[in-house]
């Protein structure tokens, strides 16, 4: 017998829960809720995580996940040939062709070297507990290739009258486990259906396997991969099927730079042709006849200052000895030790003011709420880090923005924040004491704007450098005398779709 078989007679049988729930809210017709700004605890973590006393069936549960047959080896065999296989080569099995209400089928994209030395035994759980099909490996298959050629398998299925195809097409949701990259990475290739009208567009939770993990987090699925796994997966998949819907804001981001500059940008950004930036801003002679440009899509931030150079030293670092990193916790003590060698605890006395903050090198506009028209902000002296956030989990689930207080919001003419209100929340870090306050919540960022849109005009002078990330990912920014480095940042004008976790 299996070993998992074995395994799972533990843990099954005391509770039945053999009638699925049908979802609260899918994605055609739903009543979709908002997420509030929230704080991380570590209950929710635990909760997120599924650890909770509820047993589920596993067979109830595997009906409930798993695609009928043909249907599941049609679209395998479209991505592995990337051809489109939708010829009759079924036998009529009327059980196995029905699709009933409570059905909920699961695609999972798995990064088996996240989560530790879990990757691989999750991903064989994950095939048990489904079928191999639906289980993609992001090392084999990639998330664009999956709705270019499975998804697309099924949709011209269902235009060839196939109803269990169109009822799976309409109720399919995406599930992956991994860190807030790859989630960001199968989000962005999802926002594609809705260019080509090829909706509705799945819903994706979340198994967390990275180290900040603060998409998870913001949604309900917990900040970190649980010790009792083996248990909390089923219970993790169950609320995959179930859970609410909500809407998550997608950031475009454009940066255009001198042609010439040599630049090793992020995965997520990439090369285009041309300038995408408004012309309503004055004094653009900043800007050079001769440019490159990049764009990309974030979802959670994006910063610029000491809190990128650190970041960028320890991916290099990490990078030239994976060794130091086995894991998140690793990862955070090692982290922590190099943002102290930074500079940016104590800057040395000879340093050249200059060179301090990020105000002698950084210009910034902004649209403000239901505002068409750019406004200059000041950048304050102090600050050594800009950060602009939309998730409001931030470092492995802070809240550098703070639970603000009506009285405050009105006077500095903010609103609540939410991850669907079209605003990103603008805050500055002084130096590496006021973020470890920051960080443990015991006061607030410095709080500058609240915007629907960023620009941002970077300038080197005395700086050779300046440090840039997003969503975690970052690199470093050559930097120009003569000519300025531009940064804009829009709302993208789809939403992404999540299902909550908790």
């Known amino acids: 017998m299996n070993p998992i078989e074995d395994r799972e007679k533990d843990v099954e049988g005391e509770e039945n829960l053999s009638v699925i729930a049908s979802p609260s809210s899918s994605t055609t017709g739903d009543t979709y809720i908002k997420?509030?700004?929230?704080?991380?605890?570590?209950?929710?973590?635990?909760?997120?995580?599924?650890?909770?006393?509820?047993?589920?069936?596993?067979?109830?549960?595997r009906q409930n996940l798993t695609?009928?047959?043909?249907?599941?080896?049609?679209?395998?065999?479209?991505?592995?040939?990337?051809?489109?296989?939708?010829?009759?080569?079924?036998?009529?099995?009327?059980?196995?062709?029905?699709?009933?209400?409570?059905?909920?089928?699961?695609?999972?994209?798995?990064?088996?070297?996240?989560?530790?030395?879990?990757g691989p035994v999750l991903k064989e759980r994950l095939q048990h507990l489904m079928s191999e099909e639906q289980v993609l490996d992001l090392v084999d298959v990639k998330p664009d290739e999956f709705i270019r050629y499975g998804l697309k398998c099924l949709e011209m299925l269902a235009d060839k009258g196939d109803t269990c195809a169109r009822?799976?097409?309409?109720?399919?949701?995406?599930?992956?486990?991994?860190?807030?990259?790859?989630?960001?990475?199968?989000?962005?290739?999802l926002t594609e259906l809705h260019k080509y009208g090829r909706e509705p567009v799945p819903p994706v939770a979340i198994i967390p396997l990275g180290t900040g993990n603060d998409l998870s987090r913001s949604f309900g699925w917990g900040g970190s991969f649980p010790f009792s796994w083996r248990q909390a997966i089923k219970r993790t998949l169950y609320k995959a099927t179930?859970?609410?819907?909500?809407?998550?804001?997608?950031?475009?981001?454009?940066?255009?730079?001198?042609?010439?500059?040599?630049?090793?940008?992020?995965?997520?950004?990439?090369?285009?042709?041309g300038c995408t930036f408004d012309e309503d801003i004055e004094d653009e002679e900043g800007l050079p006849e001769k440019i490159i440009s990049y764009d990309g899509?974030?979802?959670?931030?994006?910063?610029?200052?000491m809190d990128a150079q650190v970041a960028y030293g320890f991916h290099h670092l990490r990078n030239e000895k994976p060794y130091l990193a086995q894991g998140p916790i690793a990862n955070k003590i090692i982290y922590s030790g190099y943002s102290c060698t930074q500079g940016w605890f104590l800057t040395p006395c000879t340093s050249d003011p200059k060179l301090r903050g990020l105000k002698n090198i950084l210009r910034?506009?902004?649209?403000?709420?239901?505002?068409?028209?750019?406004?200059?902000?000041?950048?304050?002296?102090?600050v050594r880090a800009i950060v602009a956030l939309n998730l409001h989990s931030y470092g492995s689930g802070r809240n550098p923005w703070g639970n603000l207080k009506p009285e405050y919001l009105e006077k500095r003419g903010f609103v609540e924040?939410?991850?669907?209100?079209?605003?990103?929340?603008?805050?500055?870090?002084?130096?590496?004491?006021?973020?470890?306050?920051?960080?443990?919540?015991?006061?607030?960022?410095?709080?500058i704007a609240q915007a629907a849109a960023i620009r941002l005009e970077i300038r080197g002078g005395e700086w050779k450098d300046a440090y840039l990330q997003m969503d975690g990912e970052p690199w470093k920014q050559p930097l120009s005398r003569e000519h300025s480095t531009f940064v804009e940042i829009k709302r993208e004008p789809f939403q992404s779709f999540m299902v909550r976790g908790d």
């Open 35 to 61: 997420t509030p700004l929230r704080s991380s605890t570590l209950v929710n973590s635990l909760r997120g995580c599924g650890l909770s006393n509820v047993r589920i069936d596993t067979e109830n549960l």
């Open 67 to 118: 695609m009928t047959q043909y249907l599941r080896c049609a679209m395998r065999d479209s991505i592995r040939l990337q051809d489109l296989i939708t010829e009759e080569t079924r036998t009529i099995d009327s059980v196995d062709n029905e699709i009933t209400a409570e059905r909920t089928p699961l695609v999972v994209f798995i990064n088996p070297r996240s989560g530790g030395r879990h």
């Open 167 to 189: 009822e799976i097409r309409e109720r399919i949701r995406i599930v992956v486990a991994g860190g807030d990259g790859t989630v960001g990475w199968v989000l962005g290739c």
């Open 242 to 273: 179930t859970g609410p819907i909500c809407r998550l804001d997608s950031w475009r981001i454009s940066i255009t730079m001198p042609e010439g500059t040599i630049v090793e940008p992020p995965h997520s950004l990439k090369q285009i042709e």
């Open 297 to 305: 899509v974030f979802y959670n931030y994006f910063s610029t200052g």
């Open 364 to 382: 910034m506009h902004v649209k403000k709420v239901n505002s068409s028209e750019w406004e200059r902000i000041p950048v304050p002296t102090s």
């Open 417 to 447: 924040a939410q991850v669907d209100d079209g605003l990103l929340e603008i805050f500055g870090l002084k130096q590496g004491w006021h973020a470890s306050f920051v960080m443990v919540e015991l006061i607030s960022a410095k709080h």
